[in-house]
């Protein structure tokens, strides 16, 4: 994996538990659910928002799994890892891993606020810097994994 994106993925990590502690530190209650205008549906404990950074270390850890060890996966022939077909899926898994970290950091963003940030907006705007972080990465080293 990527360097950067390691550390990008470790740092949102780490922000997404700050929220959730200071979330449980400092309210009864928390919004976890708006309808589709951003009004708050229903409000929960804030012990609740520990299952986002949860899912998250989950998230990074099938997608690491799977990316590095592309031999488990349901394919007859031998995968070497110089494969350029190898070399692109696993840069776009590094995309993934990105993408639904800083969706899930919004989303603690979000119940921190108390207002949906929105997430229309979001989605767009995450995509994209995953595009631009895929197509730097490929640009800069064609021939070889990082």
Not at 110 to 129: E, N, T, W
Request: hydrophobic share 55%.
């Amino acid at each position: 994996m990527n360097k950067f994106i390691r550390i990008f993925n470790i740092t949102l990590i780490l922000i997404q538990l700050g929220i959730s502690c200071y979330l449980i530190t400092q309210y009864d209650l928390i919004p976890i659910h708006w309808d589709i205008s951003g009004a708050i549906d229903s409000y929960g404990s804030p012990s609740v928002s520990l299952i986002i950074p949860l899912l998250s270390l989950i998230t990074w850890g099938m997608i690491f799994f799977v990316k590095n060890h592309p031999d488990w996966w349901n394919v007859r022939n031998e995968i070497k890892k110089s494969a350029a077909g190898i070399s692109i899926i696993r840069q776009m898994f590094d995309c993934m891993t990105a993408w639904s970290m800083i969706l899930m950091t919004f989303l603690m963003y979000s119940i921190l606020r108390g207002k949906l940030f929105m997430i229309g907006l979001m989605f767009i705007f995450a995509l994209l810097a995953c595009i631009i972080v895929f197509f730097i990465k490929r640009i800069n080293c064609p021939d070889k994994e990082s």
